[in-house]
Nanobody
Framework: QVQLVESGGGLVQAGGSLRLSCAAS????????MGWFRQAPGKQRELVAS???????TFADSVEGRFSISRDNAKNTVLLQMNRLKPEDTAVYYC????????????????WGKGTLVTVSS
């Protein structure tokens, strides 16, 4: 069974930093794209940042220049470094692994973590 476990959320003042980490475990052959999404109360889930196996990154306009993303393909981990946080960054952050191939499987699947809460106070 593939599991994605996030850590690193918490409460921080505006202007501060947090680092989120996500580890994918299981009988994993490869993961195409790893990323972070977030969902604020009353809003839809949105992409924050993603990174391919070749380290091509994508960022939401709202976090460009403040957040960075990195991954370790050997460990199936992804990190989200969040700097200069703003109150509007408050949300539950979800790790996502897309095009994940497991040993013995022919289908690439999409998996989600359970989420970690980030609260930015003003």
């Amino acid at each position: 069974q593939v599991q994605l476990v996030e850590s690193g959320g918490g409460l921080v003042q505006a202007g501060g930093s947090l680092r989120l980490s996500c580890a994918a475990s299981g009988r994993i052959v490869s993961i195409g794209v790893m990323g972070w999404f977030r969902q604020a109360p009353g809003k839809q889930r949105e992409l924050v940042a993603s990174i391919t196996g070749g380290d091509t990154t994508t960022f939401a306009d709202s976090v460009e220049g403040r957040f960075s993303i990195s991954r370790d393909n050997a460990k199936n981990t992804v990190l989200l470094q969040m700097n200069r946080l703003k109150p509007e960054d408050t949300a539950v952050y979800y790790c996502n692994a897309d095009r994940l191939l497991e040993i013995g499987s022919y289908r690439e699947m999409n998996y989600w973590g359970k989420g970690t809460l980030v609260t930015v106070s003003s």
